[in-house]
Nanobody, 115 residues
Framework: QVQLVESGGGLVQAGGSLRLSCVAS??????MGWYRQAPGKQRELVAD???????NYADSVKGRFAISRDNAKNTVYLQMNSLKPEDTAVYYC???????????WGQGTQVTVSS
């Protein structure tokens, strides 16, 4: 079992920045990622990163968001720059298995971007 604890959400004006953090309760050797879910919409992948550092981004955040991980601290980060109102959502940290399926979720952290 893995517990994921997110932090760093909040309210920010459009154009601003936030940094999300997610600490896992033990070492993660597979892919970690961030998903988001806006009201009335399906949960969607924002970005993910393998243990070696290769990253993958949704087209909507490319060039604005950066995912990274510190394996020694069992932590994954999401640096969000140039935020837009459409980035408003609950952001969830996730751990995937070797097949690429999410097997653990964090509790979620709210990000609200005002116009």
């Amino acid at each position: 079992q893995v517990q994921l604890v997110e932090s760093g959400g909040g309210l920010v004006q459009a154009g601003g920045s936030l940094r999300l953090s997610c600490v896992a309760s033990r070492s993660i050797f597979s892919t970690m990622g961030w998903y988001r879910q806006a009201p009335g919409k399906q949960r969607e992948l924002v970005a993910d990163i393998i243990r070696g550092g290769t990253t993958n981004y949704a087209d909507s955040v490319k060039g604005r968001f950066a995912i990274s991980r510190d394996n020694a601290k069992n932590t994954v980060y999401l640096q969000m720059n140039s935020l837009k109102p459409e980035d408003t959502a609950v952001y969830y940290c996730a751990v995937k298995n070797l097949l690429g399926n999410v097997v653990y979720w964090g509790q979620g952290t709210q990000v609200t971007v005002s116009s």
